[in-house]
């Protein structure tokens, strides 16, 4: 089905049915409504390019990922964001532009972007404390959403994010209250924002209860499983060696894991492990049913949807004011936790 055979069945001009499927103000609510219907009920989808001419967009989101052997974009949570994403564009008749460059590119490569105008905004991975990129974009002028938040800059901007400090701080109680005292913090890399968020919380948790944090039950870097393993293994050979770990992905959770296990200990009797799980697609957690490992869980296929759609709606209403959405985590409970070991 064509535009103007939908309109011919609905009665209306071409016109107005375009306008309507893309959310013009001057269709009423009711004529848009019932124009939406129709097309769904029809499996219509609009002409990109037809799209194109009639709104003047380029209907099409930007991604500009960074070359780098250390950043989190070779996690598998960019997988799952993007497939969120990408739903959304779908629904919406947005194209996906993912632009690979070098790290000391990437000014140059949103500059381009604004520059052909290939895009009508893009979308910002990986935010890191004091990221110079809100200025720039702010700058250019370039509709943006971040997926976090960034600490250091007062400048408002549009973002979705969990709420880490919030997840972190209550993960290390849990640990806590299972009698835990040496609990080891598996990060993130220390200047990424979501990690200096999750560290705060674990060390506001932590001072809370009158414990000092250990600098030596701390390591930040890329979340793979040989960080979780080779952390693991090096902290059971302290002298005073943790009881239990709280690791900020499940990549390093499987890691920590193995290195248990080959320190011949058992995972939820000898060491608890709590991880931050973000629901993967396509690495689960166990079952919903038998959780391997106790987590605290959020969908980052869900932030990419929201992310998609903040955006979307900020450039087809033309309203820029700063809309902020925080995620909730929830604590998971899985097969990795027990009480601390006695003596």
């Known amino acids: 089905m064509n535009l103007k055979t939908l309109a011919q069945e609905l009665g209306l001009s071409p016109t107005t049915v375009s306008r309507a499927l ?18 769904e009920a029809a499996n219509y989808r609009p002409n990109t390019q037809a799209k194109r001419l009639a709104t003047g967009r380029a209907m099409a989101i930007g991604h500009i990922i960074p070359i780098s052997t250390r950043h989190e974009i070779v996690n598998p949570v960019f997988a799952d964001f993007i497939a969120g994403a990408g739903e959304v564009y779908a629904r919406r008749g947005y194209d996906m532009v993912i632009t690979i460059v070098p790290d000391d590119q990437e000014a140059r490569a949103y500059a381009e972007l604004r520059s052909k105008g290939n895009v009508d905004g893009v979308l910002v991975h990986a935010p890191k404390v004091e990221d110079h990129r809100i200025a720039m974009l ?19 901007y549009s973002w979705v994010d969990v709420n880490n400090v919030r997840a972190f701080t209550r993960a290390t109680n849990f640990l806590l209250d299972l009698g835990h005292r040496r609990i080891a913090l598996i990060n993130g890399i220390g200047n990424m924002d979501f990690a200096r968020r999750r560290r705060r919380g674990y060390e506001q948790a932590l001072t809370a209860r009158g414990i000092a944090p250990d600098p030596a039950l701390i390591t930040e870097g890329e979340m793979t499983e040989a960080q979780g393993h080779d952390a693991a293994r090096e ?16 990549l390093s959770a499987m890691g920590a894991r193995r290195g248990i296990e080959e320190a011949g200990l058992k995972m939820g009797r000898d060491i608890s492990i709590v991880t931050h799980d973000d629901e993967l697609g396509y690495l689960k957690n166990g079952t919903a049913e038998e959780p391997i490992f106790t987590a605290t869980r959020s969908s980052v296929r869900e932030a990419g949807r929201r992310c998609a759609a903040l955006l979307i709606d900020q450039i087809e209403s033309g309203d820029r004011t700063p809309r902020h959405e925080l995620m909730e985590a929830v604590l998971v409970l899985g097969q990795s936790t027990g009480p601390a070991p006695t003596a």
Do not use: C, W
């Open 22 to 39: 893309n959310g013009y103000p001057e269709v009423s609510e009711a004529t848009r409504i019932r124009v939406m219907k129709a097309a």
């Open 235 to 250: 902290m059971l050979q302290l002298s005073n060696p943790p009881t239990a770990f709280l690791t900020a992905s499940l």
């Open 138 to 156: 702010d700058h250019l002028g370039l509709p943006f959403v971040l997926h976090g938040r960034v600490s250091g800059i007062e400048s408002s």
